[in-house]
């Protein structure tokens, strides 16, 4: 048997699927913030499965423009936990707890 | 007490220039070990040495004649072996991956084997070193000069017991000295010994040789967890925050090189070197200096071996272990002196080229001659300097290395350019970017100094003057022998 | 792609990952969570080989594995004992019936629809020789705007973590109060 795009998405679904499970349903901000890495994971295996099997690319340097857009995406995703991780630090100090059940000050 | 003093001769004043270097040159243990064996064991090695002599002369007439080149068994290149016998192996046309596989067999287990087999040898080595320049004798119980040491060392750690602390977390705690071995393993993957002998030659080895390197303090972080012990975890998280400062520097001396080779594939790295014809320790000194100061941190080793510190934090984050688990963390800080003087021996000492010499030499015999010359300097640092203060560490990471690695890696950007595009010959340009490369490091690293706030020392050190009598230092003034 | 060892290499490694992923949900322990999720990473790194993305699994190894894994360990370590227990939300059943409706939808479209994919030859023929090379051209070329945004995106991030968790040292505060002394008396004199 042979792998084609459509392995590729289907397990990228599944673990988006994961992530989405595991931002929704954690107590923990820092675990929220490993369902969001999934998510991420998943975004990017999909776009390298494009760039690999996608017929609509003219050459190999605009198939190649999926990587240097999932470069960008782990860019963004380091940065965007490193300042996460830092308000959750800095919540912890304020407000003596991580878990979002009990951050509710801007709730209704 | 003064009356049994002046009996003795008093020992003459250690003269004030280089004593310890006078006695250690000065140590007659193998003439003395050779003059004292009985005849037939002095006969024996006389005749063993000729041999070798012999041998090692027949193989050159052998090479000079060449009548080796191109057959399969031509030794310089092991990978001609190989490749001959995956040329026979798909010749029987039992399916395309039958060579693949016993290919990638064989050179898997040769890289275990060779560094299983030199962690064996660098253990005795680094020991005796060390106790040369520490000026005492190192181990020489076990065997003849104590090369049966290690084997010793190993038999006691397997048949120690292995603890594992109450309130440990059992099933994360046998991990890590696994976790550990496997990036020290890795890492050899991408380093050339010859042209067809790389084992896992990929277009991103550099960057593969970084990110490996950055999964061993994973393994460390695990370790100091799961021992449930404050004085492990603390350690942990020290080395931890150690670890991931220096993989800056390491990336970004590393980016030097790339910019001068113009690719991340490690047999391109060392093909360029033997082209143009020099190291590229000529022309990049602030990077050869940055990587091999940061890997020291990378692989905790003096001066930057605050993971196990053996005077401060019991025995840092590998504290809980024992018996073949703190074996596995000893032989990987081993194994990882090794790579880290595998890498720097490709990156900035040329591979396993020198200047031609690989024709006649088989190449990966230089490359384990310049990995040893690198770990002779890992070791020599281990026994010169003291150890470096955690914050003394991330201050010189954050504030100085880092800095300064960004702006040689402009430099090196604008001379690369500028080699790209010129019509002048090769050496000059860049015997000339060498010495502008040696004259800038000397005058940021000053500069950046002085804006750092380090000063230079007052006046002139006093030397330290070796008192050989017993009694300390009142008895030595005492006797008149020093001030 | 219907070599045998692509073929088995995808599927032990899909298989890494989706358990991976279901240990960081199934995990009793916050750390044990992490674990899971570096193994998750891990795994999608090998799926990018099976890809032929070769920079970019490095690249995952590097970023994921090695540097936002440790920034994970770090922030549960300076977070406190209460509740590193991985423990469930209010909303993890309808976050449950999401996620799963989620998957079940992208399973379903991938395996019945008809992608417009290249395959045999044309897919041997496209086999990345050199991907670095090309994505620096990329970057530097095609999508320098992006790339300046992302470096300015993590000037930002780095400036802001440092500021956002950065505590005033005793001697900055002994100093902030002599500083509002001094305004008092001159006010008042």
Do not use: C
């Not at chain 2, 005796?128 to 076990?142: E, S, T, W």
């Not at chain 2, 990110?211 to 100091?224: E, H, K, M, N």
């Not at chain 2, 880092?402 to 050496?427: H, M, W």
């Not at chain 2, 380090?454 to 009142?474: I, K, M, S």
């Amino acid at each position: 048997m042979t792998v084609e795009l459509g392995h590729y998405v289907a397990v990228s679904g599944v673990i988006f699927g994961l992530g989405v499970i595991v931002a929704l349903g954690k107590r923990n901000a820092v675990a929220v913030l490993m369902g969001v890495e999934l998510m991420l994971n998943a975004v990017n295996l999909l776009l390298v499965a494009f760039a690999r099997f996608g017929a609509a690319f003219a050459n190999d340097a605009a198939a190649l423009s999926g990587h240097a857009f999932v470069i960008f995406v782990l860019t963004v995703a380091a940065a965007e936990a490193a300042v996460v991780l830092a308000m959750a630090v800095l919540v912890y100090r304020r407000r003596e707890t991580v878990e979002l059940d009990r951050i509710t000050l801007m709730r209704w | 007490m003064s009356s049994d003093a002046t009996s003795r001769p008093l020992p003459a004043a250690p003269r004030p220039a280089t004593p310890m270097l006078r006695q250690i040159l000065e140590q007659p243990t193998l003439r003395r070990a050779f003059r004292g064996a009985p005849l037939p064991v002095r006969l024996a090695l006389v005749v063993v040495a000729l041999g070798f002599l012999a041998v090692n002369v027949a193989i050159g007439a052998l090479v000079v004649s060449g009548r080796l080149d191109g057959h399969w068994y031509d030794f310089r290149d092991l990978g001609n072996a190989t490749g001959g016998l995956a040329a026979w192996l798909d010749d029987r046309g039992l399916g395309p991956w039958l060579s693949y596989w016993v290919t990638a067999l064989i050179g898997g287990l040769g890289i275990l084997s060779f560094v299983g087999g030199v962690l064996l040898i660098g253990t005795w080595v680094e020991r005796r070193l060390l106790a040369k320049f520490q000026i005492r004798r190192g181990p020489n119980r076990v065997g003849p000069f104590g090369l049966l040491q290690p084997l010793a060392d190993a038999l006691k750690l397997i048949q120690k017991e292995v603890l594992v602390p109450l309130g440990a977390d059992r099933r994360l705690f046998f991990l890590p000295p696994i976790l550990v071995f496997i990036p020290a393993m890795l890492g050899w993957g991408p380093v050339p010994w010859a042209p067809r002998m790389a084992y896992l030659d990929i277009n991103v080895g550099l960057v593969y040789v970084v990110a490996i390197s950055s999964l061993a303090v994973l393994a460390i972080f695990i370790a100091g967890w799961s021992s449930n012990n404050h004085y492990a975890l603390l350690g942990a998280m020290r080395t931890v925050a150690m670890m991931v400062s220096y993989e800056i520097p390491v990336s970004i001396s590393l980016l030097s090189v790339v910019l001068f080779t113009g690719s991340l594939q490690l047999s391109e790295i060392v093909a360029w070197q033997a082209t143009h014809n020099t190291w590229l320790a000529m022309i990049l000194p602030f990077a050869l200096f940055t990587f091999f100061f940061s890997s020291t941190a990378e692989i905790n080793r003096t001066p930057n071996d605050i993971a196990e510190a053996e005077s401060e934090i019991v025995a840092g984050f590998h504290t809980e272990y024992s018996g073949m688990k703190a074996g596995l963390f000893l032989a990987v800080e081993l194994g990882n002196a090794l790579l880290v003087g595998a890498l720097v021996a490709t990156f900035f000492l040329g591979g396993y080229t020198l200047f031609g010499l690989e024709e006649w030499v088989p190449p990966y015999l230089i490359l384990a001659g310049k990995i040893s010359a690198v770990y002779f300097v890992f070791v020599w640092l281990r026994g010169t300097l003291p150890r470096f203060r955690l914050d003394q560490l991330m201050g010189y990471a954050w504030k100085f290395l880092i800095p300064l690695s960004i702006a040689f890696v402009g430099i090196s950007a604008v001379e690369a350019s500028i080699f790209a595009r010129a019509d002048l010959p090769g050496l000059v340009v860049l015997g000339a970017f060498g010495v502008v490369n040696a004259v800038l490091t000397v005058v940021l690293v000053r500069f950046w100094a002085r804006i750092a706030g380090y000063e230079a020392p007052q006046g002139d050190l006093a030397q330290p003057r070796l008192t050989t009598t017993v009694g300390g230092l009142r008895a030595a003034q005492r006797l008149r022998i020093t001030r | 792609m219907d070599s045998t060892g692509i073929v088995v290499g995808f599927w032990v490694l899909a298989a890494v990952t989706i358990a991976g992923a279901l240990g960081v949900i199934a995990a009793r322990d916050l750390l044990h969570a992490i674990f899971f999720l570096i193994v998750s990473f891990l795994g999608m790194a090998g799926l990018f080989i099976t890809l032929s993305a070769d920079f970019i699994a490095v690249a995952q190894v590097l970023i994921y594995a090695g540097a936002i894994s440790v920034l994970l360990v770090f922030a549960v370590m300076l977070t406190p004992l209460v509740s590193r227990d991985n423990g469930n939300s209010l909303y993890i059943a309808p976050g449950a019936l999401a996620g799963l409706a989620l998957a079940a939808l992208v399973v379903f479209v991938a395996v019945d629809a008809d992608w417009a994919q290249l395959s045999g030859d044309a897919l041997a023929a496209r086999s990345f020789p050199d991907t670095a090379a090309t994505i620096g051209e990329l970057l530097v070329g095609r999508y320098v705007l992006a790339f300046e945004v992302a470096s300015v995106l993590l000037l930002f991030a780095l400036l802001g973590a440092i500021v956002l968790v950065h505590e005033r040292r005793d001697d900055d505060a002994a100093a902030a109060r002599a500083e509002d002394g001094a305004a008092g008396d001159e006010e008042a004199a």
